[in-house]
Nanobody, 127 residues
């Protein structure tokens, strides 16, 4: 059983920065592809960014390219999301998720099925 726990959310003014962390326990973290999703009120959940199990490949939604950076530390079983130049439209609950099968089926961050999810952390950006 894999458990994911997000932290680092909060409130910030537009233009500010936040760093989210997602700590994993159970299983073999270094074999999981990881993703960060977000869901704003009244909107569908969307994939923001993803990273392969090795960290060598990343994906970013167009809306966050150049502002957000995903990284991982497999020694610490943790994936990070550095968010800079935040905008009010970034306001959402942010979730991390693990794709356990990508290492065998091929990495497909958008189409992949994520097997485990964290509880989410709120990010609020005020104008």
């Amino acid at each position: 059983q894999v458990q994911l726990v997000e932290s680092g959310g909060g409130s910030v003014q537009a233009g500010g920065s936040l760093r989210l962390s997602c700590a994993a326990s159970g299983g073999t973290f270094s074999s999981y592809a990881m993703g960060w999703f977000r869901q704003a009120p009244g909107k569908e959940r969307e994939l923001v960014t993803a990273i392969s199990w090795s960290g060598r490949r990343t994906y970013y939604a167009d809306s966050v390219k150049g502002r957000f950076t995903i990284s991982r530390d497999n020694a610490k079983n943790t994936v990070y999301l550095q968010m800079n130049s935040l905008k009010p439209e970034d306001t959402a609950v942010y979730y991390c998720a693990a794709d356990l099968d990508a290492i065998t089926t091929g990495w497909a961050p958008v189409r992949g099925e994520y097997d485990y999810w964290g509880q989410g952390t709120q990010v609020t950006v005020s104008s």
